[in-house]
């Protein structure tokens, strides 16, 4: 890693853990300075020992007023911002718990409309957000992720007009072998991985920091805007 990122600062939202944490931690790795925020004070408090951020902000980003008061608070603006919080739902028809379900229709999009609205970011800078491609495909008791995987590189292209010369981008990933996953695996987590290593072209799981590297790609790279950018280890390829 390089010092592409050299005199500049990143944002990282979710960064307490897996995705987000490993952005930070090849932010730190070309140069930039790192903030970091989740909604667990004390995993913050270790993540930003662990990678050396300069600042950790403990609020819930699916929060408006407090993703608006915490962009505020900085003093000035910034140059970057990853944004992994939110998980994905999955449920049956019949067992869908409507009020998670409205949760999870607007947790995604509404992220990434607040930090496009409230983000002081410097032209030329980037917003980039977490996707994914586990939805495209229909299948029962996926439908409301499906819904997110369809709705978001939408949205994605329409908020990058907006925001420009700010840059806006939209990462999909597949299966990426994280806390996330494990805790909604269970005890079928290294079932999956040992069809993914027999299956995907890659022959092996993506990890955080594949995920991670294509992040900071997309800060470092200003001719890129308003795209999808896919990372599932050529998953999407197969039937």
Do not use: C, W
Request: glycine fraction near 12%; proline fraction near 5%.
């Amino acid at each position: 890693m390089g010092d592409e990122l050299q005199g500049q600062t990143v944002v990282v939202i979710g960064g307490s853990a897996g995705i987000g944490l490993e952005t930070a931690r090849q932010a730190r790795a070309a140069g930039a300075a790192v903030i970091l925020t989740g909604r667990d004070p004390e995993r913050l408090k270790a993540a930003a020992a662990e990678v050396g951020a300069t600042g950790v902000v403990s609020f819930d980003a699916n929060d408006s007023r407090e993703l608006e008061s915490f962009f505020a608070g900085l003093g000035g603006p910034i140059d970057h911002v990853m944004a992994t919080a939110g998980g994905p739902y999955y449920a049956a028809l019949a067992d869908i718990d409507f009020d998670e379900a409205r949760r999870a229709l607007q947790e995604h999009p509404m992220l990434m409309v607040g930090v496009a609205r409230f983000a002081n970011v410097r032209p030329g800078g980037s917003l980039t957000f977490m996707g994914g491609t586990g939805g495209r495909r229909p299948d029962r008791g996926i439908g409301i992720t499906s819904a997110m995987t369809v709705a978001l590189p939408a949205l994605a292209a329409s908020l990058a007009l907006e925001v420009a010369p700010v840059r806006l981008n939209l990462i999909a990933a597949g299966f990426v072998d994280t806390p996330l996953s494990a805790s909604l695996l269970g005890d079928q987590l290294e079932e999956r991985r040992t069809e993914l290593r027999t299956t995907l072209p890659i022959g092996r799981v993506v990890q955080p920091d594949d995920v991670a590297a294509l992040a900071v790609h997309l800060m470092t790279n200003t001719a890129l805007t308003g795209a999808t950018y896919d990372i599932d280890g050529g998953q999407s390829l197969l039937r």
